[in-house]
């Protein structure tokens, strides 16, 4: 069985996803379907951010448990992988999973590393430029979004909300309780690669 398949219907499914496979910078519409079979993946156009729309390649699209958005750089070809988010059972490369906290993601990167604010469609998103998490086997980006649990009674939180740069060190992501809830692993376009 296929690596890619066995991560995804195995007790093993948080075993930690590698770039390579379905999830290397080469991967198609095409090969996806060749690894989980045609039954299994469905190409069409998907919500997007700030209320736009957008072609991707699920694997598993009916369970939100196992599903897998590809987006292509190359649409019409399904071709030049962009970027795929991961489900909640699975980790992506360097150890990141769902659930954890800002202070974990760090640990896990071995220094500290900025989030937008939250409250808009990019909010809470992260990127790696310093740190294990920023030079992964097989030239793929790790990112993840957090989310706020929660917003106590009382606490000014204006200067971690909105579309401003938010170090990971700030004491009011732990005080939210600021949590990941996406992993994704994503390739620069083509134009741009080394």
């Known amino acids: 069985m296929p690596l890619p398949l066995l991560l995804m219907t195995s007790p093993a499914a948080a075993l930690e996803i590698a770039c390579e496979d379905a999830f290397a910078i080469d991967s198609s519409e095409a090969r ?15 919500p ?12 598993y699209p009916d369970s939100a448990k196992r599903r897998l958005q590809f987006v292509w750089w190359n649409e019409e070809a399904r071709t030049d992988l962009s970027y795929v988010e991961l489900p909640p059972k699975m980790t992506g490369p360097g150890g990141v999973r769902y659930g954890m906290s800002v202070a974990q ?29 920023s030079n992964l086997p097989g030239g793929c980006a790790v990112g ?3 989310s ?28 939210v309780n600021a949590r990941v809830d996406l992993v994704f692993v994503s390739y620069p376009h083509p134009d741009y690669r080394e």
């Open 48 to 59: 997007g951010p700030e209320g736009t729309e957008m072609l991707a390649t699920e694997v």
């Open 148 to 175: 706020p649990e929660n917003y106590p009674e009382g606490l000014e939180v204006d200067e971690i909300i909105g579309d401003r740069p938010v170090q990971s060190t700030n004491p009011l992501l732990e005080q």
């Open 105 to 133: 993601v760090e640990a896990l990167n071995g220094a500290p590393f900025t989030l937008s604010g939250f409250g808009w469609d990019y909010g809470g998103h992260a990127g790696f430029e310093a740190g294990a998490l």
């Open 32 to 46: 996806l379907i060749g690894i989980y079979g045609a039954e299994n993946v469905r190409t069409g156009i998907v």
């Open 144 to 146: 993840v979004t957090f």
